[in-house]
């Protein structure tokens, strides 16, 4: 069965570090552009980075220079490191799956959410 | 301000048809031939409804169908049925390789 896994939220104080992680099964991570995306508290769906099979990444302006895709294919897992944390960074974090046929990108495969507060 | 505007909101009664606009105010989309629509049901996972504007991925009911015209992208639920009720998001590739998704757009299926 095709299915993603996010781990590693929780509560971190404001300028602090989290890595979250995204364990994936039934299929490679390394075989497929793979996403994260969050949602903050009463808030729409925000994109925040994307990781291409040949390693290139790309990341929306509210993140870059902060956050950090990766992904070990030793361990099939995705990651997101995320440093310098704010307020505004509250919110359930997605990682996903792109559908392979799509031109565009098109999140096809979603995980469960991991939420992150970050709160003194 | 997302560059993807939808409607705040759409209804309609069980068996009607409704549509939901996603319109790009930005020239960050370049050709808006990329666009996707999901359902997301708060506290789920999104689903992804629509890609490449028009293509369904399986699984997906054909009730739901894309288009576009100019700037504009629609999706289309026909048919409406009490479970199409939840909040619906378009996104679209921009020129720099990332994403945008417009605000969403909450259906009422009445």
């Known amino acids: 069965e095709v299915q993603l896994v996010e781990s590693g939220g929780g509560l971190v104080q404001p300028g602090g570090s989290l890595r979250l992680s995204c364990a994936a099964s039934g299929f490679p991570v390394s075989s497929n552009y793979m996403n994260w995306v969050r949602q903050a508290p009463g808030k729409g769906l925000e994109w925040l980075s994307i990781?291409?099979?040949?390693?290139?990444?790309y990341y929306a302006d509210s993140v870059k220079g902060r956050f950090t895709i990766a992904r070990d294919s030793s361990k099939n897992t995705l990651y997101l490191q995320m440093n310098s944390l704010r307020a505004e960074d509250t919110a359930v974090y997605f990682c996903?799956?792109?559908?392979?046929?799509?031109?565009?990108?098109?999140?096809?495969?979603w995980g469960q959410g991991t939420p992150v507060t970050v709160s003194s | 301000q997302s560059a993807l505007t939808q409607p705040a909101s759409v209804s309609g009664s069980p068996g009607q048809s409704i549509t939901i606009s996603c319109t790009a105010t930005?020239?960050?989309?370049?050709?808006?031939?990329?666009v996707s629509w999901y359902q997301h049901h708060p506290g789920k996972a999104p689903k992804l409804m629509i890609y490449?504007?028009?293509s369904r991925p399986s699984g997906v009911s054909d009730r739901f169908s894309g288009s576009k015209s100019g700037n504009t992208a629609s999706l289309t639920i026909s048919g409406l049925q009490a479970e199409d009720e939840s909040d619906y998001y378009c996104?679209?590739?921009?020129?720099?390789?990332?994403?945008?998704f417009g605000g969403g757009t909450k259906l009422t299926v009445l």
């Open positions: 490449d504007v028009s």
């Open positions: 930005s020239s960050d989309v370049g050709g808006y031939n990329f």
């Open positions: 990781i291409y099979t040949g390693g290139s990444t």
């Open positions: 996104s679209s590739l921009t020129r720099n390789n990332t994403l945008l």
């Open positions: 996903a799956r792109d559908e392979p046929r799509a031109m565009g990108y098109a999140m096809d495969v």
